[in-house]
């Protein structure tokens, strides 16, 4: 997935978006929806229906699960 759907992720969730809303930003920007049968999608879709915390909660969560934390940057890192 590319690193400018994170921070349209980001910013829904800090927005208080439901998966709903998250969903047609995605759709609206062009980028790929939340799926479930993706490991670290389902984790996000679980994250915006039961909202349990701050952005930062969010990223100590999906990084105690073995997943990258949502970028804060589209840029492309060099590398």
Known sequence: MTKQRDVILRI???AEFTLQETQKALRLYRMDTLYAR??????LMTCFNMRQGSLSDLNELL????FEALRSSGKQ???
């Open 77 to 79: 890192e060099e590398g």
């Open 12 to 14: 829904c969730y800090a």
């Open 38 to 43: 993706d490991p670290r999608d389902a984790l």
């Open 63 to 66: 990084a105690r699960n073995g």
